[in-house]
């Protein structure tokens, strides 16, 4: 966001003048990406392989923000988040329905829900969703 100020006491050689000063807000950002390449626990949090990029001008006292290990996200300023997962569900006949979907503080988000499942034949899907939501600091 930018706010002008202008000083209408300010005098130029010709005459009168206007000093203008520009702010320029911060805006803080955090870009993750993460790889998994296989994953069957039913009913537990995604784990990831890899990091594939992270980008971010958040800092606070050496925190990490981003567990792979645990799939937790803990959210280090308030504020609102896009959060985007894709995956491709291999699903055989006979097989429980893969779903995911996206957790605050441990309770499902139900409008980030995938489903995928099948009756007859083998199938891969792929899906995925991308939900806005506003967290707070230390939300998970």
């Known amino acids: 966001k930018i706010r002008r100020y202008f000083n209408k006491n300010c005098i130029s050689g010709s005459g009168k003048g206007l000093l203008e000063v520009q702010i320029l807000r911060q805006q803080h950002f ?9 994953f069957s626990k039913k009913g537990s949090t995604v784990t990831y392989d890899k990091i594939v990029t992270a980008s971010t001008n958040l800092e606070y006292k050496g925190m990490t923000f981003w567990n792979i290990a645990s799939g937790k996200y803990s959210v ?6 896009r959060i985007d997962y ?6 055989g006949n006979g097989d429980e329905p893969v779903i995911l979907h996206v957790r605050k503080n441990e309770k499902s988000i139900p409008e980030s ?8 034949t083998d199938v891969a ?4 969703a991308s939900i806005l939501l ?3 600091m230390g939300d998970t």
Do not use: F, R
Not at 30 to 38: E, F, G, I, R
């Open 30 to 38: 955090s870009s993750l990406c993460a790889y998994k390449s296989k």
């Open 76 to 81: 280090p300023i308030s504020g609102v988040y």
């Open 86 to 91: 894709s995956l491709t569900a291999w699903n």
């Open 113 to 120: 829900k995938h489903n995928s499942d099948t009756i007859t």
């Open 125 to 128: 899907d792929k899906g995925g």
């Open 134 to 136: 506003q967290l707070e």
